[in-house]
């Protein structure tokens, strides 16, 4: 029994030989003195030395049996003691105490000697490093108790210290194990229903350095030990009434970050989420997150239950060795069990579904840079996922991976069987498709369509079809790391038309035809670029389907006549990269005069900044949305008004070429059944000004092929920004024309004149117009506007408006242009509308997305 001199909690254990009985009394004071006072009373074993480290307070005891094998050992935890201070002032204990001391020193001499002489003849190069393995042990024949949630509560420490005997005794039956092992704390423990309790702990080994892999490798066998044998065994050697039923063991290593010795604080906080609520990093949102901290959040649902956790933000430093929140299936961080970690600012919503009635929620600063951290919602929500498999029938429907667009929980499966009429064939479409990274096997996390697994990120429809009216499509998840999920639907269709008029992928996708052999994946299994008839072997086939030499590719010249021989030019840009203030000339000179693109003169020797100006020659005539006024005919050529099927005007966009539109990537994103990602539900009016009645040279176009930025971010709209290829050219005149894009190093400076135009709303809240509005705004600087919108605009947006409101964007004006005239007259697109905070209040400008951001990625989508 150890005697701690206040209500400290220490650990304290001692080496004692396997055949010895552990030891019914045992005292050791002194911790923080630097004597070494032990008793050991009423034992057949005799103490023989005992050892101190200061700076950690930890003690090793030699004990040895009077009868006995001295070649085996043992360790043995010394549970705190109730009465310290009577025993420590008591005399008679300490005159024993110091003959004790006296042994011990003895001993320790003697084992310093043996050990030293051991050290030179092999081990000197063997350094032993400390490691802990986080694991959680779950025991049948316990029913929960509310006290065990209380490691001060008397019912915690009988627990615990069956847990720890328990598993010295399951660590010894382990050779490499029981030789390495120091110590085990208990850390909490769950109710898994029934008479159930998992035990979450902390076992400490120190393992010389050439041993850490095979510690590991049994670690992990106590896994599979647990529940057979490695049981039984304990059983055995345990007393019979203190015999734990063990169901499972999951133990591994932690994650060296959270056990870095500049941590200066440790805590955990234990939530019961039956009620809802939410947990934040401390000082959110008013401070940013403290330096140097372990924090952990044991979130408990109900038995039946599963935690789901959604996080409204998250921003932390975005280097993850430093900061990072860490979520585990688990109420202890098992590595096994992590399902996520994040750091920066994740791309998407982060939500998450537990497997169990527990999940683990962590977070770890270092001491450099701190952000305002996290806040997250909790509740609870049924075992049972609402729908995870079964039958489905009928010719059409839709089926998700649990809880989608929340990630899926780990250690899931479902199946769904899809039967459809006889003499159909099923056709299963996955419109988002995000499962764990791509492997080669897919082994972890993976949905099985006819056999075949598919997984990782596909963007654009993924669509397998199958040879009958059934289907089964598998779903499974593993222990750790889960994602998004999947969002599919599927529909019957006769084998013979499967694709009328439209070219059918090997995948039974069905795409436009005039896409074939255009050097793009338009199927999402290139089978639309198969048998495309390549150029010779030493010859670049371009986009266009040109065949040009080798030797022509990334030239600086645009031999392809698509610029798709000059795209990915890695090397060569490297070489000639300009500051980002300076226009890059194709030779790749650069030229510091500003803008000069399409002013007049040639800047360039080359004049490759005077090259593409065929665009926004047509500036506005006079001047008059939300605050603005109707705008002449003509006057705006490059305004398009984009149609979804069946709803009419739905967004703005902008003519780039004849061929190419420019437009919102949040224009594009399919919502519940409404399947706006796809190309067939939109139709673009060009060189319109009425949305009601077309001119003799409106022009309407189906959309043959969207490409949406592919980190849209549906959060934070962060590049926000997709263009469109139309079904075939259109004739450019005074009524259709393109817009300029600016170069990467074009400035739009703050307070500049800029304007908006579109058919939305002309107040907020209020309905698209019939007559194409216009309205003069001004650039504003980024960091007035991260100060008025919260720090929500991110690098790639660009603010304008009037801050006195009463001037802005609005619903339905997306899409479209911000657009600024050069001093040449020239009308360059800055901005595309892409979000705002109602709409023309106060000190709330629009936002837009940057369009010199996007320069490179429109011109390696589009060759515009
Ligand atoms: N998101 C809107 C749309 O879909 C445009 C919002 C622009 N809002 C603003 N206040 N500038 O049409």
Redo the contacts with the bound molecule.
């Keep these: 029994m150890f005697l701690g001199r206040n209500a400290e909690r220490r650990h304290y254990y001692a080496w004692i030989p396997l055949r010895c009985r552990p030891p019914q009394n045992a005292s050791l004071g002194g911790c923080p003195y630097q004597k070494l006072p032990l008793t050991v009373n009423a034992l057949d074993q005799t103490p023989v030395g005992g050892r101190q480290r200061a700076e950690k307070c930890h003690w090793l005891l030699f004990i040895r049996c009077k009868s006995n094998d001295l070649d085996l050992e043992a360790t043995l935890q010394f549970l705190p003691t109730p009465d310290a201070k009577k025993l420590e002032k008591s005399p008679m204990r300490r005159r024993k105490l110091w003959i004790v001391v006296g042994l011990v020193a003895a001993a320790a001499a003697l084992s310093l000697l043996t050990g030293l002489l051991v050290w030179r003849l092999h081990l000197h190069r063997d350094v032993a490093v400390t490691r802990v393995y986080v694991g959680s042990m779950a025991i049948a024949n316990q029913r929960f108790l509310p006290d065990y949630e209380d490691p001060g509560s008397g019912p915690f420490a009988k627990m615990a210290s069956l847990v720890s005997q328990q598993l010295r005794v399951m660590y010894n039956a382990n050779t490499v194990l029981g030789k390495y092992f120091r110590r085990t704390s208990v850390e909490t423990f769950s109710d898994d229903g029934g008479d159930t309790v998992t035990t979450y702990y902390h076992s400490e080994f120190d393992i010389p350095a050439s041993q850490l892999a095979s510690v590991d490798a049994a670690i992990q066998s106590l896994q599979t030990a647990a529940g057979s044998q490695q049981s039984r065994q304990g059983r055995v050697l345990l007393k019979p009434q203190h015999a734990l039923d063990i169901d499972s063991v999951v133990a591994r290593a932690i994650d060296p970050r959270m056990t870095s010795s500049s941590l200066l604080v440790k805590k955990s906080f234990n939530v019961h989420v039956q009620e809802g609520g939410v947990i934040q990093s401390p000082g959110f949102p008013d401070s940013s997150y403290p330096s140097d901290v372990y924090l952990e959040w044991r979130l408990r649902a109900d038995a039946a239950y599963r935690v789901r956790l959604d996080f409204q933000t998250l921003i932390l430093e975005d280097d993850c060795q430093h900061d990072f929140v860490k979520i585990y299936d688990s109420l202890a961080p098992i590595e096994q069990t992590a399902i996520a970690e994040h750091c920066g600012i994740p791309h998407r919503s982060l939500s998450f579904v537990s497997s169990g009635s527990v999940m683990l929620v962590t977070l770890v600063t270092n001491e450099a840079k701190n952000f305002p951290g996290f806040i997250a919602n909790f509740s609870q929500v049924p075992l049972a996922p609402p729908d995870c498999g079964g039958p489905l029938s009928g010719d059409v429907g839709i089926f998700s991976s649990p809880f989608f667009p929340s990630s899926y929980p780990p250690r899931t499966a479902c199946v769904w069987n899809i039967q459809v009429s006889k003499g159909k064939l099923v056709k299963v479409k996955f419109r988002k498709f995000y499962i764990g990274n791509d492997s080669n096997d897919c082994s972890r996390d993976y949905v099985e369509v006819n056999g075949r697994r598919l997984c990782g990120a596909k963007v654009g429809s993924t669509a397998v079809a199958s040879r009958s009216n059934r289907m089964t499509v598998k779903f499974n998840s593993d222990w750790s790391y889960v994602d998004q999920g999947f969002f599919a639907a599927y529909e019957a269709f006769t084998p013979s038309d499967s694709c009328p008029g439209r070219f059918r992928c090997t995948n039974d996708l069905c795409v436009d035809s005039r896409v074939r052999c255009d050097s793009v994946d338009d199927c999402g299994d290139a089978s639309d670029e198969d048998d495309c008839g390549t150029c010779a072997p030493n010859v670049f086939r371009c986009r266009n389907g040109r065949c040009v030499l080798w030797t022509m590719v990334c030239n600086g010249k645009d031999d392809c006549a698509d610029g798709s021989d000059e795209f990915k030019c890695e090397k060569s840009v490297a070489m000639t990269t300009c500051p980002d203030s300076s226009f890059r000339c194709r030779n790749g000179r650069c030229v510091d005069k500003v803008n000069p693109e399409c002013d007049g003169d040639d800047d360039c020797e080359d004049a490759s900044d005077e090259e593409s100006c065929q665009c926004g020659s047509e500036p506005y005539r006079s001047s008059r949305i939300v605050g603005g006024e109707a705008a002449q005919e003509d006057e705006l050529p490059w305004q398009v008004s984009l149609h979804v099927a069946g709803q009419g005007h739905a ?1 703005g966009a902008s003519v780039l070429s004849s061929r190419w539109l420019l437009t ?1 990537a ?2 594009v994103q399919d919502k519940g059944s409404v399947r706006h990602s796809q190309a067939d539900q939109w139709e673009a009016f060009l060189g319109q000004h009425e949305l009601s009645r077309a001119n003799e040279w409106t022009v309407r176009r189906k959309v043959m092929r969207i490409v949406a930025h592919r980190d849209f971010d549906q959060l934070t709209f962060d590049n926000d920004v997709a263009l469109m290829e139309l079904e075939s050219d259109v004739p450019l005149n005074q009524h259709i024309w393109p817009i300029c894009l600016p170069s990467p190093a074009h400035r739009f400076p703050d307070g500049q004149e800029a304007w908006i135009t579109g058919w ?1 709303a002309t107040r907020e809240g209020g309905a698209a117009v019939n007559i194409l509005q216009k309205a003069k705004v001004h650039i504003i600087n980024s960091s007035v506007c991260n100060n008025a919108m919260n720090n929500e605009v991110k690098d790639g947006m660009l603010c304008a ?1 009037v801050l006195k409101g009463g001037v ?7 899409g479209g242009p911000l657009s600024v005239i050069s001093p040449s007259r020239r009308v360059f697109l800055a901005g595309v ?8 209040r106060r000190n ?1 400008p ?2 837009y997305t940057r369009v010199t951001r996007y320069r490179s990625w429109i011109k390696e989508h589009s060759g515009v």
């Design positions: 967004c919102a949040h224009c939305g408006g802005d964007a609005c619903q339905g004006d997306s509308v892409s979000w705002g905070n109602g709409c023309a709330k629009g936002i």
